[in-house]
C-alpha cells in the first residue's frame, strides 16, 4: 500500500457545484445515476489536468459528458480510478453504476443493516457509491432522489429538506431532498426502511422552528427520549455558549444496529450506532445514558464545527474531531458535575492515549502522513485533540477564547480549512502569540515534566523547577520544548491554600496560578511562604503530559483530604493506591499493605459529607491498563494479582463499612439519572462488588436480591457483573442465564451480557470466549458483538488475554485475519492490544510479536491491517 504525504498536498484541480443523484434500491443491488456539475479549479496551478475520480467497488454501466455517451475509448477506468484525459472547463458528467449494498459487509458506503439501507461514507465511503472527487475540501450542494419499494422501505430519508414524493410503479415509490449547504461527500447519508418515526421540536434563538425526528425499528419505540431530550439540550447549550444556531429546518437522527463507529455528522441526517442512541431505564445503565447524551451532542455540534466548516484534507481531522470533543466535554461537564466528568476524560486519555503515544502507532494531532485514513480516527486525534484545544481555552480564558471561535466560525464558514487556520483565528481574536503552541499539533509524544522543589525556610522562599522532555517517537527525534500551561497551588501545613507571589512586592496574589513553560528548564520562586508547603501540581490536569515528583505517602494523603482541586484530590488517591499495588508486585503474598490506604478509604466511604460523587471515583481503584501504562516492563498476571490483593485486603478490612454503605445507599425515589443518584448507584455496586469480592454471604444475598429486583440497568448489571466476578459458580450461571432469558430479544442488552462475561477473569478464559463465539446470538457481521466478546476479552480481561502460555494472543490474531476479508476497519481496530507488545516483558512480548506476525503473513492483508501490523512491528 501506498503512504500518502501531508506535504504532496495540492488544490483540487477540478470542483463540483452540484451533486445530483438517484438511487434505483433493489433486493439484489441499486444502480445509481449521478449528475455532475464540474468545473475547473481557478487556484489549481495545472494545465488542463486529466479527470480523475475515486471509485471503489463498483460496476460501471455508462459515462456520459454534457449529456454525450463517452465510448470505452474516451476514459480509462482503473477500478480505483476513472480518469477521462481531456475535458472541457466546465461540463456536466452523468455517471451511472452498479453497487451490491447487501453483500457489503465493510460497512463502508451503502449497505444493508436488519433489512434496511443506510450509508456510512466518512472517510472515504462515498467512492464504494459512485465515483466522485471523494476528498473533504470539494464541496457541493446535492440533490437526492430514492426510488424503493413503498412496503418495504417506506421511509426514504437523506440530507436537507424534502422537496418532493410521489408513487411510481409496480409498488415503488421516491422521495427527493434537496441540501442547501454545500458539503463534502463523506457528509452524505442515504437512510431507507420500515422505520417509525418519533417527533419533537426545538425553536432556536432567532425563533426558527426545527422539526426534529428519530427513526428508528419499530421494537426501539420507547427508547428514542433520552436521545431527543439530549438533541434539544445540545441545541440549546450551542446557542448559549457558543453562539450557534442550527441552520436547516429538519434534523434526523437514525438508528442502525451494523455500524464500525458510535455515529456519524452527516448534515442534517445524523446516523448512529443503536447502542450510542437507544436508552431506557430498564436496558442503558447510567454510563450508557451518559454516553449518549455526549454522542448525540458530539454530532449535533459537528454541525457548525465539521460540517459549516469542514477539513481540508484527512490529516486536519483534529480540526473538527477535537474541537467537537473537546465541546462536548464542556457540555457534559456543564449538564453533570464538572469534576467527575475531567476525571472520566483523563483517565482515557492517561491510559489509552498515553499508551498509544508511547507505541508504535504513535502520531501527531495533525499527522504527516497514513496509509489508510481510517486508521487515524483515534484517542491522539480524538481526545489529545481535544486537550490542544482545552490548553488554547485555557492560555486565553473564556472570553477570548469564544471571540476566536466566532472569528474562526465567521471568517471560515463554508470553507475547508487547515488546524493552523484555527490557530491562527484565536491568535488574531486574542493578540496572543500561539507560534510555539503549534508544536502540539505537530509533535508527537507525551511531555515528561520532571519536578523539584526546595524550601528556603529563613528567606520564605519556595523554588520550584520544571524541566521538560519529549520522548522520541516513529520518524521524530530531539523535540522542542513545547508551551505548556501548568496550573498549580500550594497548600500550608493547615491545609489552607497560600497565596501564589511570585515577586515579592505582588500584592493581592492568587491562590492558584497557570505558570506557561515554555522552555527545556523552568524555575520559580514564590515568597512568603511561612513553611515549607505541599505543591497541588497540574491542576484539573491543565496539560496532557506526566508529571515526575518524588510524592511522599503523606503527602498525598493530605492532598487527598486538603485539594481545593477536586480532580487533584482523586488524582493524589490514584497516587497513592499506584504506590501501594506497585510495591506489591511481584513480592511474596504476605508482603504488608500500607494500614493508611485502608483509612483514607474508611474515611471515604463513611464520611458521608464529602462529594459523593467524587467519592464514588475516589474509589475506584487505578485500573489494569493504568498499571500496565505506569510500567517499566509489564507481567500483567503479576500486576493483575497485586490489584486484586489490594482490593481484596480493603473489602475485608472494611467489610462492614462497605455493608453499611450499601444500605445507605438504598434508593427511595424513582429511577433519575442525575450525578447524585449516579454517585449513589456507583457507591452501592461499588461496595457490592467488593464484598462479593472477599465471598461475603451476605454480600451475595445483597447481589442476587439485587439483581431480581432492579428496576434499572445500572443496578441490574451491577449486580450482575458481582456476581460474575465473584466465586459462587453456581449463582453466576443462574444469573447469566436468567439475564439472557429476560433480555434475549434485545441486541443492546445481549452485548452488555456478552461483554460482563468476556471482560471477567472468572467467566471469560479462552474457553468460555469460544463459547460465546459459538452463541446464536452472536453475530460476525455485527461489529458491536464483535467488540463485545472479542474487544473485552482482548481490552478488559487482561490477565486472560496474557495468558503466559501465548493462547490469547494466538487467538486474537486468528479472529483478525478471519475479520480481515469482511470487515477491515473493525479488523485493523481489534490489533491494537497487540501493537503494544514492547510494552511487556519478554515471556510476553515475543509472543505477540509472533502473533503480530503471523497476521502479517495472511493472504491479501487488507490496506487497514497491513499498515498497523507493518508499523507495529517495524
Ligand atoms: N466523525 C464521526 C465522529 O467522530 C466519526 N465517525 O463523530
Ligand atoms: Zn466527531
Known amino acids: 500500500p501506498q503512504t500518502i504525504y501531508l506535504s504532496d498536498y495540492k488544490v483540487p484541480a477540478y470542483l463540483v457545484d452540484t451533486v445530483d443523484l438517484r438511487f434505483e434500491l433493489f433486493e439484489d443491488g441499486a444502480r445509481v445515476h449521478s449528475t455532475l456539475a464540474i468545473r475547473r479549479n481557478p487556484d489549481s496551478q495545472e494545465s488542463a489536468p486529466p479527470l480523475e475520480l475515486d471509485g471503489d467497488s463498483l460496476v460501471l454501466e455508462s459515462v456520459a459528458l454534457d449529456g454525450t455517451a463517452l465510448s470505452e475509448s474516451d476514459y480509462e477506468n482503473r477500478g480505483e480510478q476513472l480518469v477521462i484525459r481531456s475535458v472541457p472547463e466546465r461540463f456536466s458528467l452523468s455517471v451511472v453504476t452498479w453497487i451490491e449494498p447487501q453483500n457489503n459487509t465493510r460497512l463502508e458506503g451503502l449497505y444493508k443493516s436488519s433489512g434496511m439501507f443506510c450509508t456510512q461514507c466518512e472517510a472515504e465511503g462515498f467512492r464504494c457509491i459512485t465515483f466522485f472527487p471523494d476528498r473533504p475540501d470539494v464541496m457541493a450542494r446535492f440533490r437526492t432522489r430514492i426510488e424503493a419499494d413503498q412496503k418495504a422501505y417506506p421511509v426514504l430519508l437523506s440530507n436537507g429538506n424534502d422537496v418532493d414524493r410521489g408513487e411510481l410503479d409496480d409498488g415503488r415509490h421516491f422521495m427527493t431532498w434537496e441540501d442547501p449547504f454545500p458539503k463534502p461527500c463523506y457528509l452524505f447519508a442515504l437512510v431507507a426502511g420500515d422505520l417509525v418515526e418519533k417527533r419533537d421540536t426545538f425553536t432556536t434563538c432567532s425563533g426558527r422552528d426545527i422539526d426534529l425526528r428519530m427513526y428508528v425499528e419499530p421494537r426501539n419505540a420507547e427508547k428514542c427520549d433520552h436521545a431527543m431530550d439530549s438533541l434539544k439540550r445540545s ?121 498509544e503515544d508511547g507505541g508504535p502507532m504513535a502520531h501527531p494531532v495533525r499527522p504527516a502522513s497514513y496509509m489508510e485514513i481510517s486508521n487515524f480516527y483515534t484517542l491522539t486525534i480524538y481526545e489529545k485533540g481535544a486537550e490542544v484545544v482545552r490548553m488554547i481555552h485555557t492560555l486565553l480564558g473564556p472570553e477570548l477564547f469564544r471571540k476566536g471561535s466566532d472569528l474562526y466560525f465567521q471568517r471560515h464558514d463554508g470553507q475547508a480549512v487547515t488546524t493552523d487556520d484555527f490557530v491562527r483565528a484565536m491568535e488574531d481574536a486574542s493578540g496572543r502569540d500561539l507560534s510555539q503552541f503549534r508544536l502540539w499539533y505537530e509533535q508527537a509524544g507525551t511531555p515528561m515534566l520532571t519536578v523539584s522543589d526546595e524550601f528556603d525556610e529563613g528567606q520564605g522562599v519556595y523554588r520550584l523547577t520544571i524541566e521538560q522532555t519529549i520522548p522520541d517517537t516513529p520518524g521524530q527525534t530531539n523535540k522542542k520544548p513545547q508551551h505548556i500551561p501548568f496550573a498549580l497551588g500550594l497548600l500550608g501545613s493547615d491545609g489552607q491554600p497560600l497565596p501564589l507571589r511570585l515577586a515579592s512586592d505582588e500584592a493581592e496574589a492568587p491562590t492558584e496560578r497557570v505558570l506557561e513553560l515554555t522552555e527545556g528548564v523552568h524555575t520559580f520562586e514564590f515568597h512568603d511562604i511561612p513553611s515549607e508547603p505541599v505543591p497541588s501540581l497540574l491542576r484539573h490536569f491543565s496539560a496532557p503530559v506526566r508529571v515526575r515528583y518524588p510524592w511522599t505517602r503523606e503527602q498525598l494523603l493530605f492532598l487527598m483530604n486538603h485539594d481545593p482541586d477536586g480532580f487533584n484530590r482523586w488524582d493524589a488517591g490514584q497516587r497513592l493506591a499506584v504506590d501501594v499495588i506497585q510495591r506489591l508486585i511481584g513480592s511474596p503474598d504476605d508482603a504488608a499493605i500500607d494500614p493508611r490506604l485502608v483509612e483514607a478509604y474508611r474515611k471515604l466511604i463513611t464520611d458521608t459529607d464529602l462529594d459523593q460523587a467524587l467519592v464514588a471515583k475516589m474509589l475506584q481503584l487505578p485500573s489494569e491498563a493504568y498499571l500496565i501504562e505506569l510500567a517499566e516492563s509489564a507481567d500483567v498476571p503479576a500486576i493483575h494479582r497485586a490489584r486484586e490483593r489490594v482490593l481484596e485486603h480493603l473489602a475485608e478490612a472494611l467489610r462492614d463499612d462497605l455493608v453499611a454503605c450499601y444500605q445507605r445507599q438504598q434508593e427511595t425515589g424513582p429511577y433519575e439519572v442525575t450525578p447524585a443518584a449516579i454517585a449513589r448507584r456507583s457507591l452501592r455496586n461499588t461496595a457490592l462488588g467488593w464484598l462479593l469480592m472477599i465471598n461475603d454471604d451476605e454480600g451475595r444475598a445483597l447481589a442476587v436480591r439485587q439483581l431480581n429486583e432492579a428496576d434499572n440497568m445500572t443496578d441490574r448489571m451491577g449486580a450482575l457483573r458481582a456476581l460474575v466476578n465473584s466465586d459462587y459458580e453456581a449463582d453466576r450461571r443462574q444469573a447469566l442465564d436468567d439475564f439472557y432469558d429476560r433480555f434475549r430479544d434485545d441486541p443492546q442488552v445481549v452485548e452488555q451480557w456478552f461483554s460482563v462475561q468476556a471482560a471477567s477473569d472468572r467467566a471469560g478464559q479462552l474457553s468460555d470466549i469460544e463459547q460465546l463465539l459459538a452463541h446464536p446470538a452472536f453475530d460476525w457481521k455485527n461489529p458491536n458483538k464483535i467488540r463485545s466478546v472479542i474487544g473485552s476479552f482482548a481490552g478488559q480481561n487482561l490477565a486472560a488475554f496474557h495468558n503466559p502460555d501465548g493462547s490469547g494472543y494466538r487467538f486474537l490474531a486468528d479472529q483478525v485475519c478471519r475479520l480481515d476479508d469482511s470487515n477491515p476497519q473493525i479488523a485493523a481496530r481489534l490489533v491494537t492490544p497487540l501493537t503494544r507488545w514492547r510494552k511487556f516483558a519478554p515471556a510476553y512480548s515475543s509472543q505477540m510479536q509472533s502473533a503480530l506476525e503471523r497476521i502479517r503473513d495472511k493472504d491479501g492483508l487488507s490496506r487497514d491491517v497491513y499498515e498497523v501490523v507493518h508499523k507495529s512491528l517495524a
Open 235 to 355: 441545541m440549546r447549550w450551542d446557542e448559549e455558549v457558543y453562539g450557534r444556531e442550527y441552520d436547516l429546518d429538519i434534523f434526523m437522527i437514525v438508528a442502525v444496529d451494523d455500524f464500525n463507529m458510535g455515529a456519524m455528522e452527516n448534515k442534517g441526517l445524523n446516523i448512529f450506532n443503536s447502542s450510542c442512541v437507544l436508552a431506557s431505564q430498564e436496558t442503558a445503565t447510567d454510563m450508557a445514558f451518559q454516553r449518549i447524551e455526549a454522542i448525540v451532542a458530539h454530532e449535533y455540534f459537528h454541525n457548525w464545527s465539521g460540517n459549516r466548516v469542514t477539513c481540508r484534507d484527512w490529516f486536519q481531522l483534529s480540526l473538527k474531531e477535537g474541537f467537537t470533543v473537546f465541546r462536548d466535554s464542556q457540555f457534559s461537564a456543564d449538564m453533570g458535575s464538572p469534576t467527575v466528568k475531567r476525571i472520566e476524560d483523563v483517565t482515557l486519555l492517561r491510559t489509552a492515549q498515553f499508551a
